[in-house]
């Protein structure tokens, strides 16, 4: 596949995003109906906006790749017959968006075979994109600019800046045993990021994420943008990641096996 095509890809896939997010804003910070889909496992919450928002990004990618499959997080899975395949989550940080707050966006990835190769996450009230084909860029834009993204070096745990969504999704002790180890290591360790938090760091200013619990439509759109930032993104024993479970980005590559290290115990 070249980068003209994975451009391409990349240039529906900011379209559908934008889309989404016609669908998404008229219901921010405003009155809406909350539903919880997470029973036992725990508050899940969903929204009117979720569910509208991958609506118009599956429509839009049934119409225009038909032999694509698709992975959404509200509607499911739809194989496809093509190598290719969409993986969505419409509203990543729903928690955030439902209490106002600005860390959710729209994800959107495609994956061969082997591994995502476009990445890209939108966020509309704030007007920002962040995106990357692989073997290309990662690039940020807003209202016109664009910039280039780096990830910095930052060698040395203690240098750090650790960011996780929350504590919460630490559910076994040993999970959070191992967070830990690293918290505490940490120069600063900030909460509540969602998907913010991998993007920061592809931007360079963030070190370390470290979560746990997480699916494929979390983790697929921003693992494009970290490497093609100059980070590394694994899961917790070096594996890949893809289909989410314990994860671990690092900005720079020299911190990864330090941080995994501690994970170890």
Not at 253 to 261: F, G, K, N, S
Request: proline letters at 5%; hydrophobic letters at 45%.
């Amino acid at each position: 596949m070249s980068s003209t095509d994975l451009a391409t890809f990349r240039d529906f896939a900011l379209a559908a995003a934008t889309r989404a997010g016609d669908a998404i804003l008229p219901h921010f910070r405003r009155p809406i109906v909350v539903d919880d889909k997470g029973g036992a496992r725990g508050y899940d919450p969903v929204t009117e906006a979720d569910r509208a928002a991958e609506m118009v990004i599956r429509d839009a990618i049934t119409a225009r790749y038909p032999d694509h499959g698709i992975l959404g997080e509200e509607h499911g899975r739809a194989t496809g017959t093509a190598p290719w395949t969409w993986v969505i989550d419409p509203i990543d940080g729903t928690r955030s968006f439902i209490t106002g707050q600005l860390h959710w966006a729209t994800l959107i990835a495609l994956r061969d075979t082997a591994k995502p190769r476009v990445g890209v996450v939108h966020q509309p009230f704030v007007g920002e994109t962040f995106h990357a084909i692989d073997g290309g860029p990662a690039l940020w834009t807003r209202a016109g600019e664009t910039r280039t993204l780096t990830t910095r070096q930052c060698a040395r745990v203690e240098d750090a800046i650790l960011a996780c969504t929350t504590p919460d999704m630490f559910k076994m002790a040993a999970t959070r045993g191992a967070f830990d180890r690293v918290s505490t290591r940490a120069r600063l360790t900030r909460f509540g990021g969602d998907c913010y938090a991998y993007c920061l760091l592809a931007m360079g200013l963030i070190d370390v994420v470290v979560e746990s619990s997480l699916q494929p439509y979390d983790v697929q759109a921003v693992m494009t943008i970290i490497g093609a930032a100059g980070g590394v993104m694994t899961a917790w024993d070096g594996g890949a990641c893809d289909d989410g479970g314990n994860v671990v980005a690092c900005g720079d590559p020299a911190l990864h096996p330090r941080v995994m290290a501690l994970l170890a115990g």
